[in-house]
């Protein structure tokens, strides 16, 4: 039986970092930002109803999405992230399940659904992928800022600005059910990790 997890985590968290170990160990992973990029592509459906609901400014040059434009003219504004919400998640989910399936029809043991916005969209509702577990990467506030800083060099109001857009880390961790502490070395979460996907294998094999 294939084991389906959900991982999440918030900026700076290190969830794509995480994901990268759970690949190496055997799991598909799955990541909802990747085919979201796909399926934005030029000459792509979804593309042409973003710039049909929020104008040819969020398209660059070459008739490419610009994702700095687009999330600026949605950052502060709710009706516009619901619009853009309503255009983006449902095609993706499709996508994602349809990936799901063939994974677990290849026999995969472990698949590993990579949302960002997994526990906001529980919290609504959402999900609705029959997950077995879900994992958040977790890290303090403060390590939050200082590693979104340094990765996207951006100043530390942005990245603030950026945090509280976003459910707390800490309300999320209330939420999950594993968690994985990002805080400390590379080697502490790679060991959690392993931890997590053993587990989650011999409960396959089970």
């Not at 976003?166 to 594993?178: C, I, S, T, V, Y």
């Amino acid at each position: 039986m294939t084991r389906v997890i959900g991982l999440t985590g918030g900026i700076g968290s290190g969830k794509s970092s995480v994901a990268t170990v759970l690949a190496e160990l055997g799991a598909v992973v799955i990541d909802a930002d990747a085919i979201v990029h796909e399926l934005q592509a030029p000459g792509a459906p979804m593309l042409d109803a973003l710039a049909e609901a929020f104008g040819p400014e969020i398209l660059d040059a070459a008739g490419a999405l610009d994702r700095k434009a687009l999330a600026d003219r949605v950052f502060d504004d709710a009706e516009a992230r619901a619009r853009l919400g309503a255009i983006v998640h449902p095609p993706t989910g499709v996508e994602m399940a349809r990936r799901l399936e063939a994974a677990r029809a290849a026999g995969a043991p472990v698949v590993v659904l990579d949302i960002p916005l997994l526990l906001e969209g529980r919290a609504r509702g959402g999900g609705g992928f029959g997950l077995d577990a879900i994992v958040l990467v977790w890290v303090p506030e403060d390590v939050q800022l200082a590693r979104a800083v340094a990765r996207d060099a951006a100043s530390p109001d942005e990245i603030r600005a950026r945090i509280r857009a976003q459910m707390p880390l800490d309300e999320k961790r209330a939420l999950a059910d594993r968690v994985i502490d990002n805080s400390g070395t590379p080697e502490e979460t790679r060991r959690q990790v392993e931890a997590l996907y053993r587990e989650l294998a011999d409960e396959d094999a089970a």
